[in-house]
């Protein structure tokens, strides 16, 4: 079974640049979710889709950050524009429909933002 | 409200020791579910174990042990006879029934093993 992909794996921009990242998930997982994980601090949740409605969104920066998920398979998450403090690793994960199913993590895609 | 805490910022030890790996978590609600995941230097996140409130039975798999005690609301995570390979960051993650599967993590503890 093929794992959650991510691309790119590297990305390096300017401050108020835009920027995508693109996730795949398993086939078959409904649940669709990118968390966003600063440098020493563990993973937060931006957002969650299930299928392709949003779930949760809570904390997402909705006047920079937006992500779609439009044909309930893969996603994009953006940024526009980008600021210092959004460099992270960006983690795609997805899981089974359910309650509490083990969400499955891609490899991230690590943000730089100078 | 969510909280998950793992004091511990770093361990390092000497192959084949033992080490646990602690976490203490905070929830208001009666029905959750506890993780631990291995993030390794490629960046993903490895899925180790999910325990739910309601089971309490400790859990071994090959090194791995888990110790789940409510009355002092901690998940605590036990490698016996370290190996170089288990050297990673790991992280525990809570999840509540009524926020579906919106995991919250710790900050995550890094673990050296030497040779």
């Given at each position: 079974?093929a794992?959650?992909?991510?691309s790119?794996?590297?990305k390096?921009?300017?401050?108020r640049?835009?920027?995508?990242?693109?996730?795949?998930?398993?086939?078959?997982?409904a649940?669709?979710?990118?968390?966003?994980?600063?440098?020493?601090?563990?993973?937060?949740?931006?957002?969650?889709?299930?299928?392709?409605?949003v779930?949760?969104?809570?904390?997402?920066?909705?006047?920079?950050?937006?992500?779609?998920?439009?044909?309930?398979?893969?996603?994009?998450?953006?940024?526009?524009?980008?600021?210092?403090?959004?460099?992270?690793?960006?983690?795609?994960?997805s899981?089974?429909a359910?309650?509490?199913?083990?969400?499955?993590f891609?490899?991230?895609?690590?943000?730089?933002?100078? | 409200?969510?909280?998950?805490?793992?004091?511990q910022?770093?361990?390092?030890?000497?192959?084949?020791?033992?080490?646990?790996l602690?976490?203490?978590?905070?929830?208001r609600?009666t029905?959750?579910?506890?993780?631990?995941?291995k993030?390794?230097?490629?960046?993903?996140?490895?899925?180790?174990?999910?325990r739910?409130?309601?089971?309490?039975?400790?859990?071994?798999?090959?090194?791995?042990s888990w110790n789940?005690?409510?009355?002092?609301?901690?998940?605590?995570?036990?490698?016996t006879?370290?190996?170089?390979?288990?050297?990673?960051?790991?992280?525990?993650?809570?999840?509540?029934?009524?926020?579906?599967?919106?995991?919250?993590f710790g900050?995550g503890?890094?673990?050296r093993?030497?040779?």
């Amino acid at each position: 079974e093929a794992g959650v992909a991510q691309s790119p794996r590297y990305k390096i921009i300017e401050k108020r640049q835009s920027v995508a990242f693109w996730c795949n998930p398993i086939s078959g997982h409904a649940t669709l979710y990118w968390y966003q994980q600063i440098l020493g601090q563990g993973p937060k949740l931006l957002i969650q889709f299930q299928n392709n409605g949003v779930v949760d969104d809570s904390q997402l920066p909705k006047d920079r950050f937006s992500a779609e998920r439009l044909k309930g398979v893969d996603s994009t998450l953006k940024i526009q524009p980008a600021k210092l403090e959004d460099s992270a690793v960006y983690l795609c994960a997805s899981s089974r429909a359910g309650r509490n199913t083990e969400a499955f993590f891609g490899q991230g895609t690590r943000l730089t933002v100078v | 409200a969510q909280k998950v805490t793992q004091a511990q910022t770093e361990i390092s030890v000497v192959e084949k020791e033992d080490v646990t790996l602690d976490c203490v978590y905070e929830t208001r609600d009666t029905t959750y579910y506890l993780f631990w995941y291995k993030q390794p230097p490629s960046g993903e996140l490895v899925f180790l174990i999910r325990r739910n409130s309601f089971d309490e039975q400790n859990e071994i798999s090959g090194r791995y042990s888990w110790n789940f005690q409510k009355s002092t609301s901690s998940f605590n995570f036990t490698i016996t006879a370290s190996q170089v390979v288990d050297s990673a960051v790991y992280f525990c993650a809570l999840s509540e029934a009524s926020y579906g599967n919106k995991l919250v993590f710790g900050a995550g503890t890094i673990l050296r093993v030497k040779s």
